[in-house]
C-alpha cells in the first residue's frame, strides 16, 4: 500500500531550523515528482516546493524561496524539507505529495497525513 509518512515537524523559536523527511513506500519512488505543501488554520493547502524525480530541478513557492530546500534520497525513498530561519507565518501542518508530473495541487497522487510545524517564542 502506498504511504507517504511526514517527520521532523515540532515547536521551533523564530529563526531557527528545522528538517522535515518524508518516507514513501509503496510506489515507484524515483520516477514521481515529489513536493510539500503546508495548510495553516483556517486556510487553503498551499504549494510549497517541489521536486522533480531526477533530482535535478527544484522549485519554490515565493514566500519560501532562499529560506526553504527541498531535496530527495531516491536510495532511500525519502524527500526533505530543510526550513531555515523560520517564521511564525511558517506555522502550519506540511505535507508530503507525490505525483507522476510536476507537482500541484490538481496533480498529486498520493499525499502524506501531514506533521505539525510550530514557529513561536
Known amino acids: 500500500q502506498v504511504q507517504l509518512v511526514e517527520s521532523g515537524g515540532g515547536l521551533v523559536q523564530p529563526g531557527g531550523s528545522l528538517r522535515l523527511s518524508c518516507a514513501a513506500s509503496g510506489f515507484t519512488f524515483s520516477n514521481y515528482y515529489m513536493g510539500w505543501f503546508r495548510q495553516a488554520p483556517g486556510k487553503e493547502r498551499a504549494f510549497v516546493a517541489h521536486i522533480s524525480a531526477s533530482g535535478g530541478w527544484r522549485y519554490y513557492a515565493d514566500s519560501v524561496k532562499g529560506q526553504f530546500t527541498i531535496s530527495r534520497d531516491n536510495a532511500k525513498n525519502t524527500v526533505y524539507l530543510q526550513m531555515n530561519s523560520l517564521k511564525p507565518e511558517d506555522t502550519a501542518v506540511y505535507f508530503c505529495?507525490?505525483?507522476?508530473?510536476?507537482?500541484?495541487?490538481?496533480?498529486?497522487?498520493?499525499w502524506g497525513q501531514g506533521t505539525q510545524v510550530t514557529v513561536s517564542s
Open positions: 505529495a507525490a505525483a507522476t508530473s510536476r507537482i500541484t495541487s490538481t496533480t498529486v497522487d498520493y
